[in-house]
């Protein structure tokens, strides 16, 4: 289990993520949800938030180190080495994570079945893929970690609808392994869309959590109603 407390965040909200859930941050442009998953991952070390792995205070570890405990951060947009190919890209993941090579091969096959494209593609230059093509890596090479916990920064910003279902529905497959997932959208269109598979969403304003719960309450929350509807 991750949790997040002692910081602006959780002032209203403890944050948790139970293991083997997909949960959901949501907020306005400049609400903090990238800066949160930033704390989570290391990215940005605290001066107050107690990041909370299991029974394990890991927010003064750096990054590197919080990736080797299982957690992290595939960030907003291509994230990827455009000069680089594909499977290039993917082996990085394996270095960073200090993965053993008995166990490369293995994970690469599991990527490969969750993104049959990039396989086809293994050879071909990271920035000559497409838009959609170039997140999917993003995050296959964010599973190249072996992570227990996937940060994923905006997975829908600017992808066509398509895309976006076929990311969702991969995501759903991750999370089937066992893994815990955690996204942050600034729209809310996504959640909604694709509801039945949250286990549980944030609402974020101002850097504090203003709501915690099932998807289906979001609507009738007087800050996201503001924000999102104008109502």
């Keep these: ?7 602006s965040y959780t002032s209203h909200y403890q944050f948790i993520a139970e293991d083997n859930t997909l949960v959901a941050i949501i907020g306005p442009n400049g609400g903090g949800k990238s800066t949160f998953l930033k704390i989570i991952s290391g ?4 001066a107050i938030c107690s990041v909370i792995l299991d029974d394990e205070d890991i927010s003064q570890l750096k990054a590197p180190e919080i990736i ?3 957690v992290v951060l595939v ?5 990827n080495f455009p000069e680089m190919t594909v499977e290039e890209n993917l082996k990085l993941g394996f270095h960073i994570a200090g993965i053993p090579r008995k166990k490369r091969h293995e994970i690469l096959e599991n990527i490969f079945k969750l993104f049959p494209v990039l396989k086809d593609r293994k050879g071909q230059m990271a920035g000559t893929l497409s838009g959609g093509e170039q997140r999917m890596l993003a995050i296959a090479r964010g599973l190249a970690t072996n992570p227990r916990i996937l940060l994923l920064d905006e997975p829908s ?5 398509k895309v976006v ?7 759903l497959e991750i999370k089937e392994t066992g893994r815990t997932i955690i996204i942050s959208e600034q729209g809310i269109s996504a959640v909604l ?5 949250f286990d549980k969403v944030y609402f974020v304003l101002n850097h504090q959590f203003m709501f915690s719960g099932g998807v289906e309450e979001l609507e ?3 800050e996201v109603r503001r924000v999102y509807f104008g109502i």
């Design 1 to 7: 289990m991750l949790s997040v407390t002692s910081c």
């Design 43 to 46: 990215a940005i070390r605290p």
């Design 193 to 197: 869309n694709f509801k039945e598979h």
């Design 75 to 79: 960030p907003e947009g291509k994230a």
């Design 157 to 161: 910003l600017g992808l066509a609808p």
């Design 68 to 70: 080797r405990k299982g």
């Design 165 to 171: 279902e076929a990311i969702y529905s991969t995501l």
């Design 220 to 222: 009738k929350i007087e």
